[in-house]
């Protein structure tokens, strides 16, 4: 008998779930907006992606996501210029000034799920998130 494979759905929100909390691990649980460092409590900081998540090719783009506290994630997702600069002005200095024309080139990519990447991914990240405990 066949071993059945998981949904695509389910492998999305295992690999949001270990690629986010990496996110948190790497950069120490501060938030690159305030510079506050918080508990280790995913409800207080959060993974903040500068182009949305909505986009599957910079989703998991490790330059995309950084450590955000809940207060600027949230209002940088209402649409904060304020946040939203200094998100920028973040990436720009961490990557150089090339950084937000990539990801924004890289957010009109076509990413086409499958399983066998989504499951590599979640592995890679397993691992990568075994060096921080």
């Known amino acids: 008998m066949r071993k059945k494979l998981p949904p695509i759905p389910k ?3 295992k690999l949001d779930d270990v690629f986010q909390m990496y996110i948190r691990e790497r950069d120490g649980w501060r938030c690159c907006i305030c510079n506050k460092v918080l508990p280790k409590d995913r409800t207080n900081m959060h ?3 500068f182009i949305s998540r909505k986009h599957y090719s910079t989703r998991w783009d490790e330059r995309n996501v950084h450590a955000e506290c809940a207060y600027h994630n949230l209002i940088q997702s ?3 210029v304020e946040t939203i ?3 920028e002005s973040f990436l720009k200095l961490k990557y150089g000034g090339e950084i937000i024309d990539d990801l924004i080139q890289k957010s ?3 990413y086409h799920l499958n399983r066998g990447d989504l499951m590599e991914k979640i592995d890679f990240y397993k691992e990568k998130l ?3 405990q």
């Open 11 to 13: 492998l999305v929100k």
């Open 78 to 80: 209402f649409g904060d």
């Open 85 to 87: 600069t200094k998100y």
């Open 47 to 49: 993974a903040g992606h």
């Open 130 to 132: 075994q060096e921080y």
């Open 108 to 110: 009109h990519e076509i």
